[in-house]
Structures are given as structure tokens and as C-alpha cells.
């Protein structure tokens, strides 16, 4: 089972939307599990305080490594062999890549930051891998892991209804997914290209394949450059 273990501020966070439709039948059905470990426990203090002051000054606040460690060393026995990550904006780009080796995995440890950042030295001392979801900057590290998190469960097996559902939407073959039609046939003057309806499934094939070029070329074209 994928097992995902989130050190947050705010547990309430997760499963959260993980807990419906897709994601939720698979949590419901044992597919995957979803604990949240609240860091506030390892707060020291009567105000079980978990961040101080930044060294050098300057603005907001840092999670403190003490606390980090004390929270990761309780959550995570020794021979546990989940990768351990941080989500930060400082972080390599996620990709479907990397969220396809980390689904076929036994899950994850995942530290979400808050305030201005993590003291720095949590990250060599218990070798956190830094994860961005994109250039962007969240108010915290919980809707990245979310995101993260959903891209996992998704390829689990067992997850999507259909197995091929996975094989030809967008970034799977390094380019983004050909547009897709239903009924009806014409809608508000549109219609739904001939090709799809004609039956040719070796011609729909070789136009999909063209739209998806197409559509890779004018919008990213820098995932063609990778291929
Ligand atoms: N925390 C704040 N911003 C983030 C981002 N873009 N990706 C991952 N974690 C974050």
C-alpha cells in the first residue's frame, strides 16, 4: 500500500479534498492511506513554539530544525525507505516523471513549511528532498502536498477505472493531450471534427497525434525540446 505520511501545522488539511471522489474511493478502499502528523506536537514549551526568529534578521518567522527532527524521528522509524520531502517553492519542479516513480514507491514522508521557511540545516541533517509544484509561492507547503498527493494516487493500481485512461493523456508521451469531443454533434455552430466520426481508427490515431504536436508546439514548447 502507498503510504503517505504529511508533518504539517495544520492536520485538518488532509485528507481534504483527498478524501472525495477518485483519490477518496481509493483511500475508502485501502489503496492508499493518508496520516497527518501534527508538528505542533513536537512544539517546545508551554506554547509548544515551533519557529523563531530568522538569524541575520529580517522578516516573518522559521520553523525551527529541532522540532522538524523531533516530529520527522517520531513519524519515521529508521528503516523506513519512503522518500522523505519538503514541499518549497526552492524546490526541483515536480513532474509526471517523478510523480510516476514516487506512485510506484511505497508512499511518502512529506514536510510542509509555513512562515518565511525551514531552518536549513533539517534539510542536510535528515536529507530532505525539496519539491516545488510551481512557480508560485503558496502560503504554505499542505496544497502542494495535496497536489502531490493526487498526482500519486491517481496511478496507483486499482485507482483508475480504466488502465489506458493513464496512457495517452498529456506529459505521458511528452506532449500535451489531443482535444476531445462528445455529443452533440454540432454544438452552437461547432462540430465535432469529421475524422472521429469516420470509423478510421489508424486516421484518428495519426490526427491525434498531429493535434497533440500542434497543440505542444504553440503552447510548450519546451517539452518538445526535452524529447
Ligand atoms: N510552498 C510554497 N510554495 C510552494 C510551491 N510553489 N511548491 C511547493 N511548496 C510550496
Known amino acids: 500500500m502507498f503510504r503517505a505520511t504529511v508533518l504539517t501545522l495544520f492536520p485538518e488539511m488532509f485528507p481534504g479534498p483527498l478524501g472525495l471522489s477518485l483519490s477518496g474511493d481509493a483511500l475508502a478502499r485501502g489503496l492508499w492511506s493518508c496520516e497527518a502528523q501534527n508538528i505542533r506536537a513536537h512544539g517546545l514549551g508551554r506554547h509548544r513554539a515551533v519557529d523563531d ?15 522538524l527532527a523531533a516530529a520527522l524521528d517520531a513519524t519515521a522509524a529508521p528503516d523506513d525507505m519512503r522518500p522523505r520531502l519538503l514541499m518549497s517553492p526552492r524546490g526541483a519542479p515536480l ?59 491517481r496511478l496507483l493500481p486499482g485507482v483508475m477505472g480504466k488502465q489506458e485512461s493513464g496512457q495517452d493523456e498529456s506529459f505521458e508521451n511528452g506532449l500535451l493531450e489531443y482535444p476531445h469531443y462528445t455529443r452533440p454533434r454540432e454544438f ?38 526535452k524529447s
Open 53 to 67: 526568529t530568522p538569524a541575520g534578521g529580517g522578516a516573518g518567522m522559521v520553523l525551527r530544525a529541532d522540532v
Open 95 to 153: 513532474t509526471q516523471q517523478r510523480v510516476r516513480a514516487l506512485a510506484a514507491g511505497p508512499g511518502a514522508i512529506i514536510v510542509c513549511g509555513r512562515f518565511e521557511g525551514v531552518d536549513e540545516r533539517i534539510i542536510a541533517a535528515r536529507a530532505l528532498e525539496e519539491v516545488s509544484i510551481g512557480d508560485y509561492v503558496l502560503s504554505g507547503g499542505e496544497m502542494a502536498a495535496l497536489t502531490l498527493l493526487d498526482a500519486c494516487v
Open 188 to 225: 452552437e455552430g461547432r462540430a465535432i471534427p469529421d475524422v472521429l466520426l469516420s470509423g478510421d481508427h489508424g486516421k484518428i490515431a495519426d490526427w491525434r497525434r498531429a493535434e497533440a504536436e500542434k497543440l505542444t508546439r504553440a503552447r510548450r514548447p519546451d517539452l518538445l525540446r
